[in-house]
């Protein structure tokens, strides 16, 4: 997977979570917009800062923890 430069994690914004370029704008809130049959243009439309590469490093994001897998760590 291409390394992602969009997508930024400061625990200072938004809580920590997932954010488009530093801004408090969420990697779930763009998705969300996504999934509810928002298209790219109305979002970049109601966003005018986000760029059509960030929605696309939205969904690569998401596809990547999707596919994430937590292996418990032993007791021993």
Sequence with gaps: MKQLTRITINPE???????????????GMVLGLMASGHSTEEI????????AEDLRESLAYAAWRVEEIEVPLSAS
């Design 13 to 27: 914004v938004m809580g920590g979570k997932p954010c488009i370029r530093g801004m408090r704008v969420t990697v």
């Design 44 to 51: 970049l439309q109601a966003y005018p800062y986000l760029e």
